[in-house]
């Protein structure tokens, strides 16, 4: 498997991971209850035609924050990765360390 295929599957089982957190968390049970309530109240409102308009809109909204949450999750990964690497740099085998240098 290559590091790409690794890190996407990597990726793929820490988003699920998130989503069952967010699915048992009561705020978000909250507030996706009513956005499906608004959504209904505007959908019974609307001709036909306009409901489909309406649906559509919802589904680009949400592959639209899939997509935004994707990104900003590979940013703090690549982020946390660079950190990490810095700080190896910094306290690595033959380097002194912070704490020791006060001493």
Known sequence: ???KD????FLAVRCE???ERLANSPEYKQLFSEKNELLNSLKVKLAPEDRKL???LDEAE???ASLSEDVFY???LSDGVQIAQGL???TGPGRIR???NHA
């Open 1 to 3: 498997m290559s590091f």
């Open 6 to 9: 690794a890190r996407q599957a």
């Open 17 to 19: 991971d998130i989503s």
């Open 54 to 56: 309406l649906l559509k």
């Open 62 to 64: 949400a592959v639209l």
């Open 74 to 76: 590979e940013a703090g």
């Open 88 to 90: 190896l740099l910094f």
């Open 98 to 100: 912070r704490e020791e």
